[in-house]
């Protein structure tokens, strides 16, 4: 069974996107070993400086870096210049990536200032979700059901339909 890691810098703070997030992980199950790791989000001014915000990413870049650790593993990072993939393209990197015998799916959800140039070089793919813009506190839960909708996907579930 695949173990699939969100990585995520911050917690929810609305109880209906936790909501949200639980009902999708108790639904994925079946299908892999879920785990959730959020790390603290550093804490910045009303506007800050491009240094302050590079000093940040820095600072949850290492944090992240740690976890990713051991060659078994295929690291996603999710960033708004990444590749976009369909739901059925997400579906087939999920089961090429299992087939291809990596035992861990890494997830990585940075903070709203995005993930730092150096977790991204250890990132496997670059994925975005789209062009448009969404809340930040909603990537967590747009990613949980893609991928339960890629596990669907891959054992021919009536959900995607």
Same mark, same amino acid.
């Given at each position: 069974m =695949?173990?699939?890691?969100?990585?995520?810098?911050?917690?929810?703070?609305?109880?209906?996107l936790?909501d949200?997030?639980?009902?999708y992980? *108790? /639904?994925?199950?079946?299908?892999?070993?879920?785990n959730?790791?959020?790390?603290?989000?550093? /804490? =910045?001014?009303d506007?800050?400086?491009?240094?302050?915000?590079?000093?940040?990413?820095?600072h949850?870049?290492?944090?992240i870096?740690?976890? =990713?650790?051991?060659?078994?593993?295929?690291?996603?990072?999710?960033?708004?210049?990444?590749?976009? =993939?369909?739901?059925?393209?997400l579906?087939?990197?999920?089961?090429s990536?299992?087939?291809?015998g *990596?035992? /861990?799916?890494?997830f990585?959800?940075?903070?709203?200032?995005?993930i730092?140039?150096?977790?991204?070089?250890?990132?496997?793919? /670059?994925l975005?979700?789209?062009?448009m813009?969404f809340?930040?506190?909603?990537?967590?839960v747009m990613?949980?059901?893609q991928i339960y909708r890629s596990?669907q996907?891959?054992?021919?579930?009536?959900?995607?339909?």
């Amino acid at each position: 069974m =695949l173990n699939i890691n969100i990585i995520t810098v911050g917690k929810l703070k609305e109880a209906y996107l936790r909501d949200a997030c639980a009902e999708y992980s *108790k /639904r994925l199950g079946g299908f892999c070993k879920l785990n959730i790791t959020e790390l603290p989000e550093s /804490r =910045l001014p009303d506007n800050p400086s491009e240094k302050e915000i590079s000093s940040a990413l820095s600072h949850e870049g290492k944090a992240i870096a740690d976890l =990713l650790s051991g060659n078994n593993s295929y690291n996603i990072a999710m960033c708004i210049e990444g590749k976009q =993939l369909s739901s059925e393209k997400l579906a087939e990197k999920i089961e090429s990536i299992s087939v291809d015998g *990596k035992s /861990r799916l890494n997830f990585i959800i940075g903070s709203s200032f995005g993930i730092s140039e150096e977790v991204k070089s250890l990132a496997d793919l /670059r994925l975005s979700m789209s062009e448009m813009t969404f809340p930040h506190q909603l990537a967590r839960v747009m990613l949980l059901e893609q991928i339960y909708r890629s596990f669907q996907i891959i054992n021919g579930g009536k959900y995607h339909k």
